[in-house]
T-cell receptor, first 111, second 109 residues
Framework: SQTIHQWPATLVQPVGSPLSLECTVEGTSNPNLYWYRQAAGRGLQLLFY??????ISSEVPQNLSASRPQDRQFILSSKKLLLSDSGFYLC??????????FGPGTRLTVT | EDQVTQSPEALRLQEGESSSLNCSYTVSGLRGLFWYRQDPGKGPEFLFT???AGEEKEKERLKATLTKKESFLHITAPKPEDSATYLC??????????FGAGTRLTVKP
């Protein structure tokens, strides 16, 4: 069966510091991978998606970036965090244009 | 613009009191409508996919239905463990999934 991991689970970072969140998927090959952000009381906002290694599409212009160095690894990064980057970050995988399966999430607080 | 609206924002039920959650959508070329359950501090858990009007799916006390403009998640005789936020999403493009803000359900014993 497929499993998706995210780490860290929680993170507190000062404004202006760098960020690296990691997501890995087990039990499937060549998955579509997604990064979402969920603000309190709001729906999920798609940030990036990837259909293959080094193939990244950005949905929302911002100071975040994503990379996919391996088939089942997806990384979300920032060089300098803003207060507005605080939120719950979710990684998901999917097999084509069908349902997506989510990881446990990372709670990021920028202070 | 593609849009997903869920109502009510919050719903409080007594154990055993059946009700329905609504998800209305406007999208050109619906490829699928999805329901998820999300517990506090956790990632969404997939429940159902519906592809065409008239389709229904069931799982335990939950039943999802779909029309051309909206979907309902019916909860029959809910239990306290059904308390969660229920999210609706629509797939408009190949990698374009739009989520509603969710309905926060509380079931009191």
């Amino acid at each position: 069966s497929q499993t998706i991991h995210q780490w860290p689970a929680t993170l507190v970072q000062p404004v202006g510091s760098p960020l690296s969140l990691e997501c890995t998927v087990e039990g499937t090959s060549n998955p579509n991978l997604y990064w979402y952000r969920q603000a309190a009381g709001r729906g999920l906002q798609l940030l990036f998606y990837s259909i293959g290694i080094d193939q990244i599409s950005s949905e929302v212009p911002q100071n975040l970036s994503a990379s996919r160095p391996q088939d089942r690894q997806f990384i979300l990064s920032s060089k300098k965090l803003l207060l507005s980057d605080s939120g719950f970050y979710l990684c998901a995988w999917g097999a084509g244009p069908y349902e997506q399966y989510f990881g446990p999430g990372t709670r990021l607080t920028v202070t | 613009e593609d849009q997903v609206t869920q109502s009510p924002e919050a719903l409080r039920l007594q154990e055993g009191e059946s009700s329905s959650l609504n998800c209305s959508y406007t999208v050109s070329g619906l490829r699928g409508l999805f329901w998820y359950r999300q517990d506090p501090g956790k990632g969404p858990e997939f429940l159902f996919t519906l592809y065409s009007a008239g389709e229904e799916k069931e799982k335990e006390r939950l039943k999802a239905t779909l029309t051309k403009k909206e979907s309902f998640l019916h909860i029959t005789a809910p239990k306290p463990e059904d308390s969660a936020t229920y999210l609706c999403a629509v797939q408009a493009g190949a990698n374009d999934m739009r989520f509603g803000a969710g309905t926060r359900l509380t079931v009191k014993p």
